[in-house]
Every structure is written in structure tokens, then in C-alpha cells.
């Protein structure tokens, strides 16, 4: 198995070549319009093997609402799989996403801190 | 009158952000009879839940609390954990199915927690509107003395509430057609307005780094109760509370919606101290003591 697809299915736990592109998780996506490519076609790159799905936003701006994982017919976990590719990055040496330390943390409640500190920092 | 006591987990934001959402419900199980048994040093649930199968140190926070839980419910005889917060009820409910479905997990999370007993996953992690609906919604309706007559309620559920539905067991309600929030307004005698939007994302941890994809997801879910007319969006969740209420602010106060907690109508609806503000309680009265008079 190549690299990419292995550790997306180490982390997510899920197979992502049972995903037949149908399209329902990005029609139920509210996320959309932020996105650079839609949750779909980010699932289509990772089958390819293409690894330039590292360098585009959509992973990044999925919220982790599971509005896909309810609605795919195929029972994929896509908000798992959203996950594993941003935590390919987050395992990465050197690769910082958000500096804490940056965030104001006075005018946040700790409940909005502590999510993005899970989603997106190791 | 005590006739049922049950473990409690709080979560953070109802100790540090949002007061008013334990009060007015500590205030509700008073008048229902019902003793909330604080599970002694509870950690952190984490928000939200790992998706990460390969990581279990994330769940290690939810699974110190079982143990502290499984403790306690010992000495008083209950296996229920009742929660208040829709992010904390995710985590615990999705990281205790885990641990019953995958015997590998738990002996993981077990022999990495060496400084306390196992976790044995007996615990029942419940959702209060959950239990409200198990101890019945008609016996909640009975025990209203200031009925909320023609107040317009928005239930709001978010995500956490509903999704994902695996494991099995996670969601309170139906994801697609969820009821549980409309018939809880309807026991404490508001009328639930229907809005398409009442599922829908509040952005979540965005508010932190994209604080504008909050705005806008926030803005079309406030909008969407204005259009239904509704006098207030009832929320079980405190980080989608805090979202609307950014929602809000970037709207003219024409086009606002107050956000409350489902359990400040509670303890109001039983003649109980809301906590909520005076302004949005004046409000309310005013609303309802106005239908009273015709
Ligand atoms: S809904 Fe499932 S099967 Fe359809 S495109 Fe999305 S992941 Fe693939
Ligand atoms: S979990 Fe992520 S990808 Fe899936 S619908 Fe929600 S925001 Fe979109």
C-alpha cells in the first residue's frame, strides 16, 4: 500500500477505497465555501495517491460536525478521515498550525481553546 | 425531597464561563427530587472526542473520570452519569462505548492509568434531557407551575447532541428528525418553533483561528429563528452558546436572538431562579403573563 493511504487508514481506521465518489458528504458539508477542494474530491486524491491533499485547506477548515460520516451511504467515517490528514501534518517535526501562545486566551472561553488545541496541535 | 440520586460530571465551561447553566439546573433538580452526586476530582473531558484510532491519549482525561465515577456510584448504588454539556456528554458517551466494544482499548487505557483501579465500563453515560425524557416529560409537565404560555422557543441541538451515530448509542435523538428538544418546550409549556437550521455546524473550535466562518454559519442559524419569529434560541451546548452570542454581536439588534440554556427555561418554567439576565427574564414574563390576560 503507498504511504499516504496507509497512514490515512492507520489513523482513521477506515478504508478509504470503499468511497465511491458519490458526493453526499460534500452535499451536506456546510463548510463548503471556505474550501479549496470539496470533501469528496479531497477522498479522491487520497485513493490516487496524491499527496498534494497536504497542502490544500480542506481538512483544515472541516469543523468535525460528522454531518458526513451520518450521511455516507458507504458507512465511511469521513470526518475521521478529515482528521487523519490533518494529524499526518500535526505529526510532523516543526509543523505548527496554531501558536497558543498567540491566541487570546483572556477573551476566549477555555472550551473553544481546549477543541482547537485537540484539532489542531500534537 | 430526594427520590433519585445520580453522578454528576460537570465539565469546565460550567464552572468558568457559564455559571448559570449548573445553577439554574442544581435549582431544577431541587424541585424534581433529584440529587446530582458530583463526581469527586473529575479531569477534563478533552471537548472533543479523538478520531485518531491509532492515539488513545486523548481519551485518558474522560477515562480518569470513569474510574473516580465507578468509585463513587459504588457508595451510593447508581451506574448513571448524568451530563450537561453537549461537547463533554459526546466525548464521555463516544470514549465509554469505545471502551465496552474494544477490549484491547480498555486494556490499553488501563495499564497506562497505573496509578488507580481499572475502569470496569459499566457506566451509563446520560445526557440530562435524556434522563428528563427517561423520568417523563409528562411528569416534568405536571410539576410546571409557571407554565411558559406563548413563548416562542427555537430548540437548537448543534452536533454534538446528534452525530456521529457510531458507535451506537451516541445521538440522543434521531439525527435526521431529532423531537427530544421540542417536546422538553412543550413540557414546560412553550411553543417549539421549527427552523431548518436547527442541526446545522456553529463553526465549532473555528472561533479561534477563523473567527469569521463562525460569524457566518452563526449568522444564517440566528436569522433562520428570526425568520420562524422566535423569541429565543434554546441551547444544551456552551461553545455553540458562546458562537451564537459572537453571531449576535455582529448583527444589529434588531435582527438578534437571545441564546439560553435549555435549563434556565427549566428552572423558571418550575418557579425556580432562572439565572437568567434581568432584561431577557423581564422578557419572557412579559411574554407570558401578557397571554395570560386575554
Ligand atoms: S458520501 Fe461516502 S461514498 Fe459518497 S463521496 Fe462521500 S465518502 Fe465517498
Ligand atoms: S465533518 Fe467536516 S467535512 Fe464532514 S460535513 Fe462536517 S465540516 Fe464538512
Known amino acids: ?122 | 425531597m430526594i427520590i433519585m440520586e445520580v453522578l454528576y460530571y460537570p465539565g469546565c465551561s460550567l464552572r468558568n464561563t457559564y455559571p448559570e447553566f449548573e445553577k439554574s439546573t442544581y435549582e431544577a433538580c431541587e424541585k424534581l427530587g433529584i440529587e446530582l452526586v458530583e463526581i469527586p476530582e473529575w479531569s477534563c473531558c478533552g471537548v472533543v472526542p479523538s478520531l485518531a484510532t491509532d492515539n488513545v491519549m486523548r481519551h485518558l482525561g474522560a477515562v480518569r473520570s470513569f474510574i473516580n465515577a465507578q468509585k463513587k456510584g459504588r457508595e451510593i448504588g447508581t451506574n448513571v452519569i448524568v451530563v450537561l454539556c453537549s461537547m463533554c456528554y459526546n466525548v464521555l458517551k463516544r470514549v465509554n462505548l469505545i471502551l465496552k466494544e474494544e477490549p484491547d482499548t480498555l486494556e490499553n487505557v488501563n495499564s497506562f492509568i497505573d496509578d488507580q483501579p481499572d475502569y470496569v465500563p459499566d457506566l451509563r453515560v446520560t445526557h440530562f434531557l435524556t434522563f428528563l425524557k427517561e423520568t417523563g416529560f409528562e411528569n416534568l409537565e405536571e410539576k410546571v407551575n409557571k407554565p411558559l404560555k406563548g413563548l416562542k422557543v427555537a430548540p437548537y441541538y448543534g452536533c454534538a447532541l446528534l452525530r456521529p451515530d457510531r458507535p451506537e448509542g451516541v445521538p440522543i435523538d434521531n439525527p435526521d428528525n431529532p423531537v427530544i428538544l421540542e417536546s422538553f418546550v412543550r413540557s414546560i409549556g412553550a411553543e417549539p418553533v421549527h427552523f431548518p437550521f436547527r442541526a446545522e455546524c456553529c463553526g465549532n473550535y473555528h472561533i479561534v483561528l477563523e473567527p469569521g466562518i463562525v460569524e457566518m454559519r452563526t449568522r444564517k442559524i440566528i436569522g433562520s429563528a428570526k425568520s420562524v419569529k422566535a423569541d429565543l434560541i434554546l441551547s444544551p451546548c456552551p461553545l455553540c452558546t458562546y458562537n451564537l452570542g459572537r453571531g449576535n454581536e455582529s448583527l444589529d439588534k434588531s435582527e438578534q436572538v437571545p441564546v439560553v440554556f435549555f435549563t434556565q427555561l427549566l428552572a423558571l418554567a418550575l418557579g425556580g431562579k432562572s439565572y437568567l439576565p434581568t432584561e431577557i427574564e423581564d422578557q419572557i414574563l412579559k411574554k407570558i403573563g401578557g397571554e395570560k390576560s386575554d
Open chain 1, 1 to 122: 500500500m503507498n504511504e499516504l493511504v496507509e497512514r490515512v487508514t492507520e489513523i482513521s481506521g477506515q478504508n478509504v477505497y470503499s468511497c465511491y465518489q458519490c458526493g453526499n458528504c460534500s452535499a451536506g458539508c456546510m463548510f463548503t465555501d471556505e474550501m479549496d477542494i470539496l470533501p469528496h474530491q479531497a477522498i479522491a486524491l487520497v485513493q490516487n495517491e496524491d499527496e498534494s491533499i497536504l497542502e490544500i485547506n480542506t481538512p483544515w477548515i472541516c469543523a468535525s460536525c460528522f454531518v458526513c460520516s451520518v450521511r455516507c451511504p458507504r458507512g465511511l467515517d469521513v470526518a475521521a478521515i478529515m482528521e487523519a490528514l490533518r494529524e499526518i501534518k500535526i505529526r510532523e517535526r516543526g509543523f505548527i498550525k496554531v501558536d497558543l501562545r498567540k491566541v487570546d486566551i483572556e477573551k476566549l472561553p477555555q472550551i473553544a481553546i481546549t477543541a482547537a488545541a485537540q484539532k489542531f496541535t500534537w
